[in-house]
C-alpha cells in the first residue's frame, strides 16, 4: 500500500495500477449495481438512480475533509454536533427576522469557527489526542445547540431554500453537482498542490516535516477549520432536506463519514490515501443502502451488511500482503 | 493467479452477502393487481412498532394486496426521508406512516403525492400538507385528559408530577401533553404541579437515564405520566429497582405485555392503550379506500374498515382524521389476559 503514494514511479507500471484499491471498490461498486438491479425491477432508472444520490450526498461534504483529517492521522467525531449547531443557529436566526441568505453566512461561519476551535485547541494541547478533543467538543457543540432550542424543531425556512435539498438542474440534482465541484477542488488540493504534499508529508512524518519547514501548527488549524466549514455545507443541505432542523439531527453523522473515508482506502494511521477512493465509496455505500432499501431489507441487517463490507474493506490490504508474500515465496522455491 | 482468485474470494463473498439479504424478501414480483401498499414506522425493535406492522399486514392481506414493511435503525425523520425516496421508486400505490416529525417529512411526502401515491400518517401525524388523512388512535383530549384523572387518584390530589415522554417533535405526545395541561388548570387539580416534561426519545437507555435525571432533580415527585411504551417500561424499571413503589405513583401509555410485571406488582396500578393492532388495521383499511378511490380524504366520507365496521372522516384542527376509539385501561384485574394478546 504504501508505494503507490509515497513513490510514484514504482506505480507506472501496469499490473500495480490495476490492483490499487480504488480500482477494486470501482468493481465492488459495479458489483453492487448489478446485484441491486437484479433484485429490483425499480434500480435500473435512470430518474431513480440519480434522484438516491440526493438521500446520502449530504453528509458526502464532511468526507472530502475528513479524507485530510485522516492523512494527517487525526480524527474529527465533533463534525455530526457541527452539523446541528451551525444548522441551529441558522434557523433561530433566520427566525428571527435575518435575510435566509445572511443566515446562511453565519452557519458556515458558525461551522468553520467550530473546527478552528478544534484545530486550536489540538495545537495548544498536542499532549491532548484529537479523539478526545473532538469526542469533548461533539458533546459542548451538542449541548449549545440544546440550549438555544430546547429539544424544538425550528423551520419554516423561504420556498427557494427547499431547492438546495430537493431541486434540479435539468434532471441532475442540484446537490450532486456542488457534490462534484467540491470533490473536484478537494481532489485537486490534496493530490495536485503543496498544500496537499505537506498534508502527506506531516501524516507519514510529523517530525521530519516541522524539520524541513512545514507549519505544521498552520496546517491543521486550516484542515480543522475546513472541516466545521464543510459541516456547515451539510447543515445547509440538511435543514433544506428536512424543511427545519433540531439540535439531535445529523446523530452519528461522524461514524457514516468516517466508514465512508475509511473504506475509500484513507487510512486512519496517515499518510495514505486517495481523494477519488473516498468518493468512489461514498456512492458505494449509499447505493448499497439504497439499493437494499428497494427490496425491504429490515434496517438492523443493513447496518449488518454495511458493517460487514467495512470490517472486509479494512481487511483486504492484510490479506494482499499475506497472499503476496505467499505468493513470492512460492516463486523462490 | 493467487491475486485473481483473491479477488474472486471478494466478490462472491459480497454477492453472497447482499444475496442472502435479498431471499427473505417476499413482497416482491409478486404483483396481482391490487396493488402495493407500504407503512412507515418510528423505529426497528419497537414493540409497539411492530403490532401496528402486524395489524397493517393483516388489513392488507385481507384486502388481498402487498404489504411493505419499513422500520428504519434510528427514530430519525432522516431515515424515514430515505425510505420514503424508496417506495417512490417502488411505485406503491400508498404511504402509510408514523411520523418521526410533523413537518420534516413534508417535501419527501408532497414528492410521493406527486408521483400519484396516497399518503397517510397514523399514530403520529405529520403535518396536514403532508398527507392525505390521518388515522388517531383515539381522541387525543381523553387520551390527555384521563392520565390527569389517573395521576390524581393515584397520589390522593396533591404533589408534584412529572411526564416522560417519546422525542420532542412526536405530535401524539405533544398533543396529549397539551391536554394534559389544559386539564391541570382545573380547580380540583390546584395542588398538584407539573414540574417537567422529559423526553426519553423512545429509546430504552435514554428514558431510563432520563427517569433517573427525574428522581434526582425532584426528591419531591409524586407522579410520573409517561405516554409511550418505551417510557412507561422504563419507568416501571427504574422504580422496581429504586425502591420507591409506592412513593411515586405510575400511569401512562403501555403495552400490556411489557407492562403487566409493573401492573402485577402494583408499580404501576393502572395504565391506558388502544390496540396498535387495531391502528395499524384501520391504517391498512384506509389506505384501501384512498387507493380505490371509496375516500378522498375530505371530511363526511366513510368506508368500511374490515371487522372494525364503519369510520368515517372528521376535521381535526388543519387536517382530517379518522378515529379509532376511547383509551382502554389496563389494570390488575385485566392485564392477564392482554398480556397474552399485544
Given at each position: 500500500m504504501n508505494k503507490r503514494i509515497i513513490d510514484?514511479?514504482?506505480?507506472?507500471n501496469l499490473k500495480s495500477f490495476f490492483f490499487q484499491w480504488e480500482w477494486l471498490l470501482v468493481l465492488i461498486f459495479i458489483v453492487i449495481n448489478i446485484i441491486n438491479a437484479n433484485l429490483s425491477p425499480?434500480?435500473?432508472?435512470f430518474n431513480t438512480i440519480i434522484d438516491a444520490t440526493m438521500t446520502f450526498l449530504d453528509k458526502a461534504f464532511i468526507v472530502l475533509p475528513m479524507a485530510f483529517i485522516l492523512v494527517l492521522g487525526d480524527i474529527d467525531i465533533s463534525v455530526g454536533s457541527t452539523v446541528a449547531l451551525s444548522s441551529v443557529i441558522m434557523a433561530v436566526l433566520y427566525n428571527m427576522g435575518l435575510p435566509m441568505p445572511i443566515a446562511m453566512l453565519v452557519c458556515l461561519a458558525v461551522g468553520a469557527l467550530c473546527g478552528f476551535l478544534n484545530g486550536f485547541i489540538l495545537v495548544k494541547f498536542k499532549e491532548l489526542s484529537a479523539v478526545i478533543v473532538t469526542l469533548s467538543t461533539m458533546i459542548i457543540y451538542r449541548g449549545i445547540a440544546y440550549i438555544i432550542l430546547e429539544n424544538q424543531a425550528s423551520g419554516n425556512f423561504p420556498?427557494?431554500?427547499?431547492y438546495l435539498g430537493w431541486g434540479y438542474v435539468g434532471k441532475i440534482p442540484f446537490i450532486l453537482i456542488v457534490f462534484i465541484i467540491f470533490a473536484i477542488i478537494f481532489g485537486l488540493l490534496l493530490h495536485k498542490t503543496t498544500f496537499g504534499r505537506k498534508v502527506f508529508a506531516m501524516g507519514n512524518n510529523i517530525t521530519a516535516s516541522k524539520f524541513s519547514g512545514v507549519k505544521i501548527d498552520k496546517m491543521k488549524i486550516i484542515i480543522f477549520t475546513l472541516t466545521g466549514l464543510m459541516s456547515a455545507v451539510t447543515a445547509i443541505f440538511l435543514a433544506s432536506r428536512m424543511g427545519s432542523t433540531r439540535?439531535?439531527?445529523?446523530?452519528?453523522y461522524e461514524l457514516d463519514v468516517i466508514a465512508m473515508a475509511v473504506l475509500g482506502?484513507?487510512?486512519?494511521?496517515?499518510g495514505k490515501g486517495r481523494m477519488i477512493g473516498a468518493v468512489i465509496s461514498i456512492f458505494l455505500i449509499g447505493f448499497l443502502r439504497y439499493g437494499l432499501g428497494l427490496i425491504n431489507i429490515p434496517a438492523q441487517i443493513l447496518l449488518i451488511i454495511i458493517g460487514l463490507l467495512l470490517i472486509f474493506a479494512v481487511m483486504i490490504p492484510n490479506l494482499k500482503k499475506t497472499f503476496g508474500r505467499g505468493l513470492r515465496t512460492n516463486v523462490s522455491k | 493467479m493467487k491475486r485473481i482468485l483473491n479477488l474472486f474470494l471478494v466478490l462472491t463473498l459480497i454477492f453472497a452477502l447482499t444475496g442472502c439479504g435479498g431471499k427473505?424478501?417476499?413482497?416482491?414480483?409478486?404483483?396481482?393487481?391490487k396493488g402495493k401498499y407500504a407503512i412507515i414506522v418510528?423505529?426497528?425493535?419497537n414493540p409497539y412498532n411492530e403490532k401496528e406492522m402486524e395489524g397493517f399486514e393483516k388489513a392488507i392481506k385481507e384486502i388481498g394486496g402487498d404489504a411493505i414493511l419499513k422500520a428504519p435503525d434510528q427514530p430519525t425523520a432522516e431515515a424515514q426521508i430515505q425510505m420514503i425516496e424508496e417506495l417512490i421508486a417502488q411505485k406503491v400505490d400508498c404511504i402509510a406512516i408514523a411520523g418521526n416529525d410533523p413537518d420534516a417529512l413534508q417535501p419527501a411526502l408532497q414528492k410521493a403525492m406527486n408521483a400519484g401515491i396516497k399518503v397517510l400518517s397514523l399514530d403520529s401525524a405529520v403535518n396536514s400538507d403532508s398527507r392525505m388523512i390521518h388515522v388517531n388512535q383515539a381522541d387525543p383530549e381523553r387520551i390527555g385528559r384521563v392520565q390527569i384523572e389517573a395521576i390524581s387518584e393515584m397520589t390522593g390530589g396533591k404533589g408534584q408530577i412529572a411526564v416522560l415522554s417519546a422525542?420532542?417533535?412526536?405530535t401524539n405526545q405533544n398533543t396529549w401533553i397539551e391536554w394534559m395541561k389544559k386539564e391541570l388548570?382545573?380547580?380540583?387539580?390546584?395542588?398538584?404541579?407539573?414540574?417537567k416534561v422529559a423526553y426519553g426519545d423512545d429509546l430504552r437507555d435514554k428514558s431510563v437515564s432520563e427517569m433517573e435525571a427525574l428522581l434526582k432533580s425532584y426528591p419531591q415527585l409524586n407522579g410520573i405520566i409517561s405516554p409511550t411504551t418505551v417510557g412507561i417500561a422504563a419507568a416501571g424499571k427504574v422504580i422496581t429497582d429504586k425502591g420507591l413503589t409506592d412513593r411515586i405513583q405510575l400511569t401512562g401509555l403501555g403495552l400490556p405485555s411489557e407492562m403487566a410485571e409493573y401492573i402485577e406488582s402494583g408499580v404501576c396500578k393502572w395504565m391506558y392503550l388502544w390496540n396498535p393492532i387495531d391502528v395499524g388495521y384501520l391504517a391498512g383499511y384506509t389506505a384501501e379506500a384512498l387507493v380505490t378511490g371509496k375516500?378522498?380524504?375530505?371530511?363526511?366520507d366513510s368506508f368500511e374498515a374490515g371487522t372494525l365496521g364503519d369510520k368515517s372522516v372528521i376535521t381535526v384542527g388543519e387536517g382530517t382524521e379518522v378515529m379509532l376509539g376511547d383509551p382502554y385501561k389496563f389494570d390488575a384485574d385485566n392485564i392477564a389476559e392482554w398480556k397474552e394478546i399485544y
Open positions: 510514484n514511479k514504482k506505480d507506472t425499480y434500480y435500473l432508472n420556498k427557494w431554500y427547499t439540535p439531535n439531527v445529523a446523530t452519528g482506502g484513507i487510512s486512519s494511521a496517515g | 427473505d424478501n417476499s413482497s416482491e414480483g409478486n404483483k396481482d393487481g418510528k423505529n426497528a425493535g422525542t420532542s417533535q412526536a388548570e382545573k380547580s380540583e387539580y390546584k395542588d398538584i404541579e407539573l414540574v375516500i378522498t380524504g375530505a371530511e363526511g
